[in-house]
């Protein structure tokens, strides 16, 4: 049986309590997409347009690296990636994760936390980066419960 693995990317802990609330609820793996090196607070301030996240976002060949591997992705048959939404989109950190694996016949669901942004171009520019996935429907998952986001991974999987 193909099990369900929960990936996600975090830098100030909205993301990481969102996805351990899926993994719980649904009964999934939980995967971090760590980078390599840390962000920092400097790293992160969208104002600054030489901050580490500003340089990267504005680069859309950008591919931080990350720390670590799924161990064996080939057991997983739905994979939930999760995000904060920078600049509309997901950080290019989700970028080099979905193109550092094979996702051909796994079902791919899209999850964001946002500060008040949906998820824009999220989707289309994801797609491009392991088009042999099935897409789920994807959403922003600001304050659902585990109850609420169970519902939700149940029928996002459906498409």
């Known amino acids: 049986m193909e099990k369900t693995l929960v990936a996600y990317f975090s830098c100030t802990g909205n993301t990481q309590k969102a996805a351990a609330a899926l993994a719980g609820a649904i009964g999934a793996d939980l995967f971090e997409?760590?980078?390599?090196?840390?962000?920092?607070?400097?790293?992160?301030?969208?104002t600054d347009s030489g901050s580490r996240?500003?340089?990267?976002?504005?680069?859309?060949?950008?591919?931080?690296?990350?720390?670590?591997?799924?161990?064996d992705m080939d057991k997983y048959g739905v994979v939930f990636v999760g995000f904060p939404i920078w600049w509309y989109v997901a950080p290019h950190i989700v970028d080099t994760f979905l193109e550092s694996y094979d996702f051909s016949g796994k079902t791919v669901?899209?999850?964001?936390?946002?500060?008040?942004?949906?998820?824009?171009?999220?989707?289309?520019?994801?797609?491009k980066?392991?088009?042999?996935?099935?897409?789920?429907?994807?959403?922003?998952?600001?304050g659902m419960s585990g109850e609420q986001l169970a519902a939700w991974a149940e029928e996002a999987v459906k498409g």
Do not use: H, Q
Not at 53 to 71: F, H, N, Q, T, W
Not at 129 to 142: S, Y
């Open 33 to 46: 997409i760590a980078p390599e090196r840390k962000y920092t607070a400097a790293d992160l301030d969208w």
């Open 53 to 71: 996240s500003s340089l990267e976002m504005k680069d859309p060949y950008s591919r931080p690296l990350i720390r670590g591997r799924v161990a």
């Open 109 to 127: 669901v899209l999850f964001a936390t946002s500060g008040g942004s949906g998820m824009g171009k999220t989707e289309a520019v994801l797609k």
């Open 129 to 142: 980066c392991c088009a042999p996935a099935v897409w789920g429907r994807g959403r922003i998952v600001n």
